[in-house]
């Protein structure tokens, strides 16, 4: 869990782990940018000095026995890493029950990516079925580039950065039917290359400590919430005794 | 508006907080008329469940009137008098479509602290109970949202006081599904450990549904005096006998209870070696349950029986698996899918079946809050349940 864009260069994530003392340590060396990782953080460093065995096994009460099998890679999906390249690659499914036709299509209107991607970064359409991505960094800094849409076969869609991005990298979602008409299962492959170097090195630390599966993961909850309820669950500016309220 | 909130471990407070609003479309606000302590606030109040953070809203079994509607909100409207599941439930997902509404796929908005522990999978959300469970606002206050509101929230008929009508957010479902999971057939003897609000409804439930005999199993005189008088229960203080998994036996002419049914959860109390050791272990957080009770469940059940477990748990010690799968046994368990049973409990609660009010023992100002859980939680004064009017 704590392969980061940037720790997974110098940190092989080892399965049995528990995940709940990592992202806590990960991300809060870059307080305050990727609210998916913060959550976890801000939590757990609540917690308040426990040690961490201490904090995994509190954080296990919350749901019980399946607590420490679950951080072995339970979950539907894979990661990679380039051993020298330091590319970045994640793949992630999810069950939604719908058509993979609707799917298709709520995927492609250009108002789905920017409500799905809105923990991560902003989106917005730019044209010629192509999309303006823009990451906020730490200390105000912002790494942003374009990408097209590109069909792939079997009617999935891609994406890719323009030539001239910072970090190259692309994308792609494919839908397939799910056993006894449970919907279609929808997977997401998202891949990062930066260059080799100092100035790759320079520009994922822009990117920060996001760990691509949990923005895969957020990604891909978002999209089925939308498609099969038309909302997002959210808790902003929701009450409670203190400023940052959710 | 005021409202109680979690400071921090055993510090509970009340304070202004802002006013909640209609955040998605299908939202409701309610204006709330009551809500009640529940034992489950105590595992966190206590802090054997984290990912509290302090100036959370806490709270989660409640009954109001809808005071505003989000533009996507069809079934209910204004004015309307409704009871709500403390699980928020969107009522489309597969698992809402198959009636596991605890289970739901789409009102969880922080999902990443609860797929570790969950093996990458996720409860719905909860009012006021965790951010683990969703982070939602509890309703220990004025006014509460209510997502999904076509979904959550269900119109109390007339002739059914809110005293009634609160405890079928919680209390009565959790109990009724636990009676459900026992498949009750006749001549069925139930036994059930806990005269909670939990226990209590669940031992109702089980007559409801025709089980010939039912047991409650407590050390409180009180709420076993409430078992005998509310759900015609046998009753069995477990201080005063030497062995609770003997008398079953004999009160059941050496079978053993056909189901037995946990209503207490990890912070069980007990007598022996065995409850020594939980004490001592949890208190050094090398396990997060004491679990005396579920463990007593599994050993009393006859062989082939059900064990249907209602209590919260963590990571539980010496669990008698041998015990559970040398016996044959079924175990079933959830979060309650309130949703699934609320029209029968209407029902019931309509024809006088079922009149929980008797559980609110204690009555609060919303601004006694922390006196009325300290109330609950010592069980002083024959405190069953302390309820809240803002």
């Known amino acids: 869990m704590a392969n980061s864009i940037v720790a997974a260069q110098r940190h092989t994530p080892s399965p049995g782990r528990p995940a709940s003392g990592n992202p806590a340590g990960g991300s ?146 494919r839908f397939q039917p799910a056993p006894a008409g449970r919907g279609t299962v929808v997977t997401l492959h998202v891949r990062f290359d930066p260059p080799g170097g100092a100035l790759g090195e320079g520009l994922l630390k822009l990117l920060g400590s996001t760990p691509l599966d949990l923005v895969a993961d957020a990604a891909l909850r978002r999209f089925k919430n939308l498609v099969e309820t038309g909302e997002i669950p959210t808790t902003v500016r929701q009450p409670a005794a203190r400023a940052d309220t959710h | 508006m005021r409202a109680l909130y979690w400071n921090g471990v055993n510090d509970l407070r009340v304070g202004t907080v802002k006013d909640p609003e209609i955040l998605n479309p299908r939202d409701a606000i309610l204006r709330v008329s009551l809500s009640t302590t529940c034992g489950s606030d105590l595992h966190f109040i206590d802090g054997y469940i984290p990912t509290m953070k302090a100036g959370d809203v806490i709270g989660h079994e409640f009954m109001g009137v809808i005071e505003e509607v989000g533009s996507e909100v069809k079934r209910v409207k204004k004015g309307d008098r409704v009871v709500v599941p403390s699980f928020i439930v969107c009522g489309q997902c ?75 957010s919680d209390a009565a479902p959790t109990g009724y ?136 748990y963590g990571v539980l010690d010496k669990f008698p698996m041998g015990a559970l799968m040398n016996k044959g046994m079924t175990m079933r368990t959830a979060q309650q899918h309130g949703q699934a049973y609320m029209d029968r409990l209407l029902a019931h609660a309509q024809k006088g079946e079922l009149s929980p009010a008797y559980l609110a023992t204690h009555r609060f100002s919303l601004e006694d809050g922390p006196r009325g859980y300290d109330m609950f939680k010592h069980k002083k004064d024959g405190c069953v349940r302390a309820v809240f009017a803002p």
């Open chain 2, 177 to 312: 599904m636990g009676a459900d999971f026992c498949n009750i057939q006749p001549g069925d003897t139930v036994a059930v450990w806990g005269c909670g609000g939990v226990g209590l409804m669940a031992q109702q439930s089980a007559r409801l549904m025709g089980a010939e005999r039912v047991i409650g199993i407590d050390r409180f005189p009180e709420r076993l005096q409430m078992a005998r008088e509310h759900a015609g229960s046998e009753t069995i203080d477990y201080t005063q006998v030497d062995s609770v998994l003997e008398v079953l036996k004999e009160m059941t002419g050496g079978r053993g209870p056909d189901a037995c049914i946990d209503a207490v959860g990890m912070e069980a109390h007990g007598t022996g070696p065995q409850y020594a050791y939980d004490l001592v272990k949890q208190a050094l957080r090398l396990e997060t349950d004491r679990g005396q009770a579920l463990r007593e469940a599994i050993m009393a059940c006859r062989k082939g029986g059900t064990l249907s477990v209602l209590g919260v």
């Open chain 1, 28 to 173: 809060t060396q870059h307080l305050g940018w990727v609210p998916i990782a913060l959550g976890a953080a801000a939590v757990v460093a609540g917690l308040g000095g426990r040690k961490q065995g201490a904090t995994a096994l509190a954080l296990a009460a919350v749901a019980g026995a399946g607590a420490m099998g679950a951080m072995r890679g339970m979950q539907s999906g894979s990661r990679k890493q380039g051993a020298a390249s330091g590319r970045e690659e994640v793949e992630r499914s999810i069950t939604i029950g719908k058509s993979a036709d609707e799917l298709r299509r709520t995927w492609l209107d250009p108002r789905t990516l920017p409500q799905a991607m809105a923990r991560f970064a902003t989106v917005r359409p730019g044209g010629e079925g192509r999309m303006h991505w823009k990451v906020e960094g730490p200390l105000g800094h912002a790494y942003e580039w374009d990408a097209e849409t590109v069909d792939r076969p079997g009617g999935g869609i891609g994406w890719r950065s323009l030539p001239g991005a910072a970090i190259p990298n692309e994308g792609s979602v």
């Open chain 2, 94 to 168: 597969w698992y809402c479509q198959h009636s596991l509404y605890s289970l739901c796929d789409n009102t969880h908005p922080k999902p990443e602290l609860q797929e570790p522990l969950l093996g990458g999978q996720t409860t719905a959300g909860i009012y006021g109970y965790t951010h683990a469970f969703g982070g939602y606002a509890g309703a220990h206050a004025e006014y509460v949202r209510v997502p999904f509101a076509d979904n959550d929230c269900f119109k109390v008929p007339d002739g059914v006081a809110d005293e009634n009508a609160l405890f079928l």
